[in-house]
């Protein structure tokens, strides 16, 4: 069974740092890309980054690029996302999610609130 | 950015009833088309990928479509288990953009 497990999230001031993980299981986590997406508060969703199976290349949107860095530990099956300088409108639920093309598998998500 | 335009925002229909929702792409994006489903306080969930292909445990009732840059999701017989937010997402390039969302109510 496909499992993703998020953690890291939490309550951080405008301008900080913060690091969330996703633990992959039941699945070779090496052969396939691995991307997070987000969703603000009652409201749809947003793509945030993207990496190869490999790590080699990564992917960003403009929202995010030059903050957010998505990063991977093959060994330890599990993806990262770092973030800097953080925002208000960075507040949301981050969705750690499998691609096959489509993201065929989404974990149960982690909450970021960026507030003073 | 390719942009998709999903409508409509919201829908309210009976049970049994034959639902559609629709995206537009602003460009071609071929089949790189795919839809979810997110049920209250859930993740959300593949429904379609490839624009007509069912993913792994989807009921068939639900099926999806493509005319050119237009895609659509139908639900052949709506049940209960249904209702929540659609959203369609083009794979096709980076930034991979979702639609707005569809909210699916009972009526």
């Known amino acids: 069974e496909v499992q993703l497990v998020e953690t890291g999230g939490g309550l951080v001031q405008p301008g900080r740092s913060l690091k969330l993980s996703c633990v992959a299981s039941?699945?070779?986590?090496?052969?396939?890309?691995m991307s997070w997406t987000r969703q603000a508060p009652g409201k749809g969703l947003e793509w945030v980054a993207s990496?190869?199976?490999?790590?080699?290349?990564?992917y960003y949107p403009d929202s995010v690029k030059g903050r957010f860095t998505i990063s991977r530990d093959n060994a330890q099956n599990t993806l990262y996302l770092q973030m800097n300088s953080l925002r208000s409108e960075d507040t949301a639920t981050y969705y750690c999610?499998?691609?096959?093309?489509?993201?065929?598998?989404w974990g149960q998500g982690v909450m970021v609130t960026v507030s003073s | 950015d390719i942009q998709m335009t999903q409508s409509p925002a919201s829908l309210s229909a009976s049970l049994e009833e034959i639902v559609t929702i629709t995206c537009q792409a602003s460009?071609?994006?071929?089949?790189?088309l795919a839809w979810y489903q997110q049920k209250p306080g859930k993740s959300p969930q593949l429904l379609i990928y490839g624009a007509t292909s069912l993913a792994d445990g989807v009921p068939s009732r639900f099926s999806g479509s493509r005319s050119g840059t237009q895609y659509s999701l139908k639900i052949s017989r709506l049940q209960v288990e249904d209702i929540g937010i659609y959203y369609c997402q083009q794979a096709s390039s980076a930034p991979y953009t979702f639609g707005a969302g569809t909210k699916l109510e009972l009526k």
């Open positions: 039941g699945f070779t986590f090496n052969n396939y890309w």
């Open positions: 999610t499998r691609e096959s093309g489509p993201f065929d598998y």
């Open positions: 460009q071609d994006i071929g089949n790189w």
């Open positions: 990496i190869t199976n490999s790590g080699g290349s990564t």
